[in-house]
């Protein structure tokens, strides 16, 4: 199951939250979203667990206060293809 992490602190690392999901399993490709013209971490991201771990750690995840914010943790839903930006 693929999770989505917001609200996270700008100076987290992948290891950082393969700890935080430690006691509920195992999490695997981590990706943390950067702004491509700056590089800057833009605060969220995502990882993947198994469904059985995935449920119970989002549970306990969401809204808990991890290094000073409060984290929103949830399954991840594909929003789909965007339309076309219009050219004016």
């Given at each position: 199951m693929r999770i989505y992490?917001?609200?996270l602190p700008p100076d987290v690392t992948a290891d950082d939250i393969?700890?935080?999901f430690a006691p509920h399993g195992t999490a695997t490709d981590i990706e943390l979203?950067?702004?491509p013209q700056t590089g800057q971490?833009?605060?969220f991201g995502f990882a993947t667990m198994a469904a059985d771990e995935a449920g119970p750690a989002i549970a306990e995840l969401?809204?808990?206060d991890w290094?000073?914010?409060t984290l929103r943790v949830n399954?991840?839903?594909d929003r789909g293809a965007r339309p076309p930006r219009r050219s004016w």
């Amino acid at each position: 199951m693929r999770i989505y992490l917001g609200n996270l602190p700008p100076d987290v690392t992948a290891d950082d939250i393969r700890g935080l999901f430690a006691p509920h399993g195992t999490a695997t490709d981590i990706e943390l979203i950067t702004d491509p013209q700056t590089g800057q971490p833009r605060g969220f991201g995502f990882a993947t667990m198994a469904a059985d771990e995935a449920g119970p750690a989002i549970a306990e995840l969401d809204g808990c206060d991890w290094r000073g914010h409060t984290l929103r943790v949830n399954e991840s839903y594909d929003r789909g293809a965007r339309p076309p930006r219009r050219s004016w």
